[in-house]
């Protein structure tokens, strides 16, 4: 929690330190009011007093109340505007550096939980943050203040304060020991009650199919039950809270006026008057000691959670990714459009295994070539690398006789269109989206791309046509237009080399035919690589590389492997009639 | 001091922030009334409870007046010029302390027993009503699940829920022990000065004023920071995920500019929303010193010239706190309410959708069937405007194939949602060896199907569970026999616990691994009719090898409807559906088909060019 504090700025740290002072002055203020209520008190209680002397007390308390209202409005506004930048700035940072992650980084975060940390965490240290400038450092200096401030007055009364403060101390530990780890079961318990429903709902069809309604229903129904018992004991608990807190409050009350009728009837007469004024301060000290307690535990009741996020969120600025930039940012003259593999290895950084073993191919400008094998065969892993998601483990990668990670990153990436296994849309319109990025030189006409990929006739016949908007996912476009944006998308950027990994397997065989039959034409001067699954697709590649367990078992075109190439021809064969392999 | 609850604190600020509105307040309230019927006593007691325990809480000020007064006593006046003090009736003080004492552990007890109860049927109401949605999930025909997300239902089933929960836990109590504070402190401070009980009153509506001002123009800065929160929580999941392309089109500085730009307007709306609702607390702390002092000024001038007592004074300044309080607690539960009613009506939605028709009375006249299957001239349409099927009509033999085929997104689903009865016919019949299956229950219609989807469901639970079901009297053996005729059995006997192994998001299963273990499921069901989706990607070839003649094998003697994408079933298929754009367009058998030269022929040769 204290480490994350680094991100604030020398001027957030300035008004922290102003709004100290407003706090400071505050707490002043606030104790002030008991005083001048002690002094009417005296007022009243002194025979011939003069109403005046009431009234410029009163005046003074107003003033005091109103000038403690400002200083916290200022102690607000400082409060706030630092959560917010803070909690800007540490959103910025974040996502700024998840941008700079390799597939590596991401992988070992996982999305889903960089996410987390990119929102939801900084919202929880924002708050935090905003609540402890707050109240944290006021309740301290308050309790601290208005302890000495009444502890010269009595010292009955202070064992009284002492003993609520330490009463409540105790019960809420006790609390927090039995029903804090309840709390956290409580997320577990939902998200099981949630799997259990979303289960019921994927399967809806199975389910009906074999009747098992009163199957799953019996599951949820465990699950609930389990949910709802934590939920009793938690709720339970907490029922003691409110009516103890209010008991000890009006006992404490009591016991200081009880106490003072024997302090005042043991004193002298001049005396009396003294200690029953204080009696009257002390018991409006005593609530304010004890409120601070009760804001302290409060802030201590929230601080785990803000400090583990404040730490999920550390662990991301503090890594590095693995990735570095070179600064070459043209290919080597003649060389434009190839690629070369020189035994490339490759092994995931968390992985045992090597995913590729000693690779060696080259590809020229303007060929196609195409990977094949069964899954896990290494064939998405292997282009990748072209694109540098990953480092290789040994060998080299060079694109354009460079290589890989000489390049500045950014320069490779522009030579190269890549369509992925799942189309990725973004929230926006259609033409944004396939002129998407940035590759330092223009696109292709939008319209020409899409024709390429097949996609025209589809966008046309929405209403706005190129300008139609795509919600966040493209969900609002079916699996097969999507893959299809997507394939205009590489298109539109006029790569030297495209990539396609395995993105003709959401489309049908005649989509999938039609747009390489395009292609040919229309990107004849880029180096093509497909990643595939059905030997349909990759049957006309210049060259076809068959990949098993990680190793280049076969390579040549579909007729020179169907006679030597025995994975090929297993693959051949499952997928294909004898006549149709001929 | 605004007490409160301080469990409320950190969520949504009590104050200001934006409450979801029901749409119809009053109409989800009284449904959720006739919901919790069954709680109705024990609601009405927890409320008294609040009430009384209220109502004691107020009379302790009085008692502690009386004391202060006894207290007085004990101070020096003047008498005749000479200062002299009275001794201090202990005996009195003793009494009134025991009385206090007694009245602070009675109220405390009740407020316990209140809160225990609305606690313990808050939670209650929660579950019964998630058990309700669980349930209603099962009777709401497929129709339903086209137009509401799955993420939406489950979001009613826990944060609805939730809500509901909460909110109820919260809100009712507080509300009767508010109006029960306010109008007792009211009646209280009148009984015992009216001259200070108006002053208490006009401080204390000066600080609401001022607060009514705040909270009104801290609305609009509260729904910008939502929306801020929402689109920039939106963009990060959005650019997170699609990390790879962002990446590999060079679209980072773009889209940290777009960014940067949601970031900014969000601290602008951020600190203005945390500015206003910040002021909330000071601005309670003030009306409460505001009144504080009014009370002091004015009683003591009251004190002075002898028209209240000292105690009255004491008396005051506490009953100045019971007064302030719960009027903050009002605003606050009324708004719990509204939150309550919003959630609620979202819960009660749900409850009210139309369910499939109750068919308990049909009699189950499908047994021993033979798995002859006639479509009689049936016509169907999803939405009743674009029909998708209209007038076909076949016959098919008991054990004949037949394959469903066509592009992507061209409906081939639908003639599987006909024959189970996802869906009805809009006309025409579909018959089982000679019965409608209208005319039964749709259990009974499940029963006699057999269906292996592509989109493989399994559950966690061990592989056993996973493929026994729900289906009752199933043997080990026949577990094991049904996965030997699959092949999938070496996997499974290779598996540190076997068939026990629970399968869960951690246990990493090929897709063909997880469609055999479907397969091996309906083997066991054993029905007389089937149908099967056939996978297209993503399965290598050993394996789609495996499945292929699992798939082969259960269709031996059953009558099946296979959406088909291997030639083997098309070319062996006893009839084949052509479909596209969600109509029948083409039936027959391959030779037919491809002698058409139609749409099929077309598709046919297109996946070898």
Redesign the interface.
């Given at each position: 929690m204290i480490k994350i504090l680094k991100y604030l700025t020398l001027r957030e740290w300035l008004m922290s330190f102003i709004s100290l002072g407003f706090i400071v002055a505050q707490v002043w203020l606030d104790l002030r009011l008991p005083d001048y209520m002690s002094e009417i008190t005296r007022l009243t209680q002194t025979p011939g007093s003069a109403m005046r002397d009431v009234w410029i007390n009163g005046g003074f308390m107003l003033l005091c109340a109103l000038s403690s209202v400002v200083a916290s409005v200022i102690v607000g506004y400082f409060a706030s505007r630092i959560g917010a930048g803070f909690s800007q700035r540490l959103r910025s940072l974040l996502f700024n550096k998840v941008e700079s992650f390799s597939m590596e980084e991401i992988s070992r975060f996982s999305t889903s939980s960089l996410i987390t940390r990119s929102t939801n965490d900084v919202t929880h240290v924002q708050m935090f943050i905003t609540l402890a400038l707050q109240i944290a450092i006021k309740s301290p200096i308050m309790a601290v203040w208005a302890i000495t401030k009444i502890a010269g007055k009595g010292m009955e009364w202070s064992m009284v304060t002492t003993v609520a403060v330490l009463a409540i101390i105790l019960l809420v530990s006790v609390l927090l020991v039995f029903v804090m780890p309840k709390f956290k079961m409580m997320q577990a318990l939902t998200d099981n009650i949630t799997r259990v429903t979303r289960e019921n709902l994927l399967g809806l069809r199975v389910v009906r199919a074999y009747n098992a309604e009163g199957y799953q229903e019996e599951k949820t129904l465990a699950a609930n039950d389990e949910l709802t018992q934590t939920q009793l004991y938690t709720n339970r608990a907490l029922v003691v809270l409110m009516p103890f807190m209010q008991t000890l409050m009006s006992g404490m009350s009591l016991a200081i006026y009880w106490i003072g009728a024997y302090l005042i009837d043991a004193a002298d007469l001049t005396g009396r008057l003294e200690i029953f004024s204080n009696m009257v301060v002390f018991s409006q000290y005593s609530v304010m000691v004890i409120m601070s307690f009760m804001m302290l535990i409060f802030i201590f009741v929230l601080m785990p959670r803000a400090s583990v996020a404040a730490s999920r969120i550390h662990e991301i600025l503090d890594t590095e990714p693995m990735i570095t930039d070179g600064g070459v940012t043209e290919s080597l003259d003649g060389h434009d459009g190839e690629i070369c593999f020189k035994s490339v290895s490759f092994k995931y950084p968390k992985g045992s295994e090597a995913v590729l073993h000693q690779i060696d191919f080259e590809v020229k400008k303007g060929e196609t070539v195409a990977f094949i094998g069964s899954t896990g065969s290494g064939k998405s892993t292997l282009v990748q690398l072209i694109l540098r998601f990953f480092d290789t483990s040994s060998g080299q990668v060079f694109v354009g006789g460079v290589n890989v990670k000489d390049y500045k990153l950014s320069s490779l990436l522009a030579k190269i269109g890549y369509v992925p296994q799942q189309a990725v849309l973004f929230k926006g319109n259609i033409r944004d989206n396939i002129c998407f990025g940035d590759t330092g030189r223009g696109y292709v006409p939008v319209e020409t791309a899409a024709q390429t990929a097949l996609a025209d006739e589809f966008i046309e016949r929405l209403e706005y046509g190129y300008d139609s908007p795509l919600s966040q996912g493209g969900t609002n476009v079916s699996g097969g237009q999507k893959q299809r944006l997507s394939i205009a998308r590489a298109i539109a950027r006029q790569p030297e080399i495209l990539i396609f990994d395995d993105s003709f397997s959401a489309l049908d065989y005649k989509t999938d035919r039609l747009v390489r039959h395009n292609l040919r034409t229309a990107a004849k001067e880029a180096t093509v690589i497909i990643v595939a699954q059905r030997i349909g697709t990759i049957m006309d590649a210049d060259q076809i590389i068959v990949l098993d367990e990680g190793r280049i078992v076969g390579t040549g075109t579909h007729l020179e492997l169907l006679a030597s190439c025995s994975v090929y021809q297993e693959i051949a064969k499952s997928q294909l009639s004898e006549e149709e392999l001929r | 001091?605004n007490?409160g609850?301080?469990?409320s604190?950190?969520k949504r600020g009590a104050f200001g922030a934006p409450v979801e509105k029901a749409k119809d307040f009053k109409g989800t309230w009284k449904k959720l009334i006739a919901y919790s019927k069954t709680y109705l006593p024990g609601i009405a007691a927890a409320l008294i409870a609040a009430s009384l325990g209220a109502a004691l809480?107020i009379m302790?000020p009085d008692y502690?007046k009386q004391?202060?007064d006894?207290?007085?006593k004990?101070?020096?006046?003047?008498v005749g010029g000479q200062?002299f003090?009275a001794?201090?009736d202990?005996g009195a003080?003793?009494g009134i302390?025991r009385l206090?004492?007694l009245l602070?552990?009675v109220?405390?007890?009740l407020?316990?027993t209140e809160?225990?109860i609305m606690?313990?049927i808050?939670?209650?109401i929660?579950?019964k009503m998630?058990?309700g949605?669980?349930?209603k999930?099962?009777k709401l025909p497929?129709k339903y699940?086209d137009t509401t997300s799955?993420g939406d239902?489950?979001s009613r089933?826990?944060n609805d829920v939730?809500t509901v929960?909460q909110t109820l836990?919260q809100s009712l109590d507080t509300l009767a022990r508010s109006v029960t504070m306010f109008v007792g402190s009211l009646i209280m401070m009148v009984y015992n000065s009216w001259v200070l009980a108006l002053t208490a009153v006009a401080t204390t509506l000066i600080g609401f004023l001022l607060m009514a001002i705040t909270m009104k123009h801290s609305k609009k800065y509260f729904s910008q920071q939502q929306d801020g929160?929402g689109d920039?929580?939106?963009y990060?999941?959005?650019?997170?995920?699609?990390?790879?392309?962002?990446?590999?089109?060079?679209?980072?500085?773009?889209?940290?500019v777009a960014?940067?730009n949601i970031?900014?307007g969000?601290?602008d709306s951020?600190?203005?929303s945390?500015?206003m609702s910040?002021?909330m607390?000071?601005?309670m702390?003030?009306v409460g010193?505001?009144g504080?002092?009014a009370v002091?000024?004015v009683g003591?001038?009251l004190?002075?010239n002898g028209t209240i007592t000292?105690g009255v004074?004491?008396a005051f300044?506490?009953y100045i706190r019971f007064f302030t309080q719960p009027l903050s607690q009002l605003a606050q539960s009324l708004q719990q309410l509204q939150r309550t009613a919003a959630a609620g009506e979202r819960v009660f939605e749900f409850f009210d959708a139309a369910e499939m028709e109750d068919e308990s009375h049909k009699p189950k006249l499908l047994s021993n069937v033979k798995g002859h299957v006639q479509f009689k001239e049936i016509s169907f349409s999803y939405d009743s405007k674009k029909p998708v099927i209209r007038n076909f009509s076949a016959t098919i033999g008991a054990g004949q194939k037949i394959a469903i085929v066509g592009?992507?997104?061209a409906g081939k689903t639908t003639i599987v949602n006909l024959l189970?009865r996802?869906y009805d016919t809009n006309t025409g019949q579909i018959l089982i060896d000679g019965i409608p299956i209208q005319n039964v229950p749709?259990?009974n219609v499940?029963?006699q199907?057999g269906?292996v989807?592509q989109d493989t469901?399994l559950?966690?639970g061990t592989i056993k569970d996973n493929i026994i079901?729900?289906?009752v009297g199933v043997s080990d053996e026949e577990v094991i026999a049904a996965c030997q005729a699959t092949g999938i059995h070496p996997f499974i006997k290779s598996l540190p616990e076997g068939y026990d192994t629970v399968l869960d998001d951690k246990t990493n299963l090929?897709?063909g691994q997880k469609q055999l273990l479907t397969i091996a499921r309906a083997m066991i069901?054993n029905s007389p009719l089937l149908?099967l989706d056939e996978a297209?990607?993503?399965?290598?070839?050993?394996t789609?090898?495996l499945v292929?003649s699992a798939m082969d094998k259960l269709t031996q003697g059953r009558t099946s409807f296979v959406i088909a994408h291997r030639?083997?079933t098309i070319k062996n298929a006893d009839l084949i559906l052509v479909m596209e754009k969600g109509n029948i367009i083409e039936t027959g058998n391959h030779h037919e088909l491809l002698a058409q030269n139609g749409f099929y022929a077309?598709?046919y040769n297109?996946?070898?060019?």
């Open positions: - | 001091m007490g609850k301080k469990g604190f950190g809480t302790g502690l004391m202060t006894e207290i007085v004990g101070l020096p006046a003047l200062p003090a001794g201090i202990f003080i003793a302390a206090l004492i602070y552990l109220a405390a007890v407020n316990f809160h225990f606690a313990t808050s939670a209650k929660s579950q998630r058990t949605i669980s349930e999930i099962n497929l699940f799955y239902i489950l089933m826990t939730d929960g836990n929160l920039i929580n939106g990060i999941e959005e650019i997170y995920t699609g990390h790879a392309i962002v990446k590999a089109y060079n679209a980072g500085t773009k889209s940290k960014f940067e970031n900014a969000l601290y951020g600190w203005k945390q500015f910040g002021l607390r000071p601005l702390e003030f010193n505001f504080y002092v002091c000024v003591a001038a004190a002075m000292f004074i004491v300044m506490i592009p992507t997104g189970m996802f749709r259990e499940h029963e199907f269906m989807l469901w559950f966690e079901y729900c289906q090929s897709v069901q149908i297209t990607s993503s399965v290598d070839t050993r789609e090898k292929q030639l083997s077309e598709l297109s996946q070898f060019s």
